[in-house]
């Protein structure tokens, strides 16, 4: 515990000299859903705000990895990283410090998110909160993991924070956060389920809209769940605390 609340606290400080922060995680989603909730109420019938709310809760969720990614490579070029890896901590629990106060930021993230669609954009919540809850720390693992193999398939921040930038709105985009799958092109449709944010979406539409709970959620939570197990077993092998990781771009 100290040695986790140790990371919290460096983590606290970043956050609180990066506006970028908040501006990717809270304003820019907060921003959508007020563009777009009108349109798509006469798209889809009904409070536009249900899809809007869910579809970009969960595609700016995945943004904490770029965020988590960046503070990894600013510790190597600062120096911190090399006194974590002279602490004699394993690789294991390196990689689960440096992820657990992201997967605490975009579990808050997303729960403040929905609160904030349900006030001002008028987002039903009609479901279990308790499936809800269950529902977003699924999604913040899944998330996290996959920010750590991101992580370990780069070695320099501008490569790092591109393919974050990809993954993030390919796979969202292709899942449904951005515009509803039944409305996609047909040759689209078939590879939404093939991401987690179509499960994401979808699990989170069940609960706000449609009085899911547990157990409606249940294949959804199933598959979010086999992505963050398939993740994490990948990370695990492939996240190398003495790669080197450079902030430039060469």
């Not at 969720?61 to 120096?79: D, I, K, L, N, Q």
């Not at 693992?141 to 490569?159: D, P």
Request: aromatic share 10%; hydrophobic share 55%.
């Amino acid at each position: 515990m100290t040695i986790t609340w140790a990371f919290v606290r460096k983590e606290l400080a970043t956050w609180r000299q990066d506006p970028t922060l908040f501006v990717f995680l809270f304003a820019a989603p907060l921003l959508m859903q007020a563009l777009l909730s009108d349109a798509f109420s006469g798209i889809i019938g009904g409070t536009g705000a249900n899809q809007t709310v869910p579809g970009f809760t969960v595609m700016f969720g995945f943004y904490v990895m770029m965020f988590m990614g960046t503070s990894h490579y600013r510790e190597h070029a600062s120096g911190a990283w090399s006194l974590v890896k002279a602490s004699g901590l394993s690789r294991a629990t390196m990689a689960i410090q440096l992820a657990i106060p992201y997967f605490v930021l975009s579990s808050a993230q997303m729960a403040l998110l929905i609160l904030t669609g349900w006030w001002l954009f008028g987002a039903t919540v009609n479901g279990s909160l308790l499936a809800l809850a269950v529902l977003i720390l699924t999604i913040a693992w899944a998330a996290i993991a996959l920010g750590l193999v991101l992580i370990s398939l780069t070695r320099n921040v501008s490569a790092m924070q591109n393919l974050c930038q990809l993954v993030v709105l390919g796979m969202g985009a292709v899942g449904g956060a951005v515009v509803p799958v039944r409305l996609m092109p047909a040759w689209d449709r078939p590879l939404a389920p093939l991401t987690p944010q179509y499960w994401a979406v979808d699990g989170m539409q069940q609960v706000l809209a449609q009085h899911g709970g547990l157990v409606s959620i249940g294949p959804n939570l199933l598959v979010l769940a086999g992505w963050a197990c398939v993740l994490s077993i990948i990370a695990a092998f492939a996240f190398d605390p003495g790669s080197q990781r450079r902030v430039a771009i060469r």
